[in-house]
């Protein structure tokens, strides 16, 4: 007999594919799985409560190491929705995805300032 492995594809940012016992499967957050839901719970405790992450959400550095690498100046984390979900990022993650999203900033006085 053949065993059958079922695997949902996460629409959220992760690209994953994990069991169906990991993804959301009501409300308006429907294949999301566990992992960008838990995310996207803490990117909002940010916006909210003000709550600092353990780190970035895309690149997984942790809260200690960007604030180290900030130095004397002041860390900052850009709060993006991507994909459905709240994610807080890095200043260098954020570059990266306003590179990739240029498209959408580029003839804006924000495009301008940052030469896409
Ligand atoms: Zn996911
Ligand atoms: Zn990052």
Redesign the pocket.
């Known amino acids: 007999m053949i065993g059958l492995v079922l695997k949902v594809h996460?629409q959220?940012?992760?690209?994953?594919w994990?069991a169906p016992s990991k993804i959301l499967n009501l409300g308006p957050h429907v294949g999301?799985?566990e992992?960008?839901w838990q995310r996207h719970l803490e990117a909002q405790a940010l916006l909210t409560d003000g709550v600092i992450p353990k780190g970035c959400q895309n690149c997984n550095t942790p809260h200690e190491t960007l604030k180290e690498r900030a130095g004397a100046g002041e860390l900052s984390y850009v709060l993006h929705h991507l994909d459905g979900v709240y994610v807080a990022i890095c200043p260098s993650c954020n570059e990266q995805i306003v590179r990739l999203q240029r498209h959408q900033t580029r003839d804006t006085p924000f495009g301008a300032q940052l030469n896409l």
Request: with cysteine; proline share 0%.
């Open positions: 996460c959220a940012l992760c690209n994953r994990v999301v799985c992992d960008c």
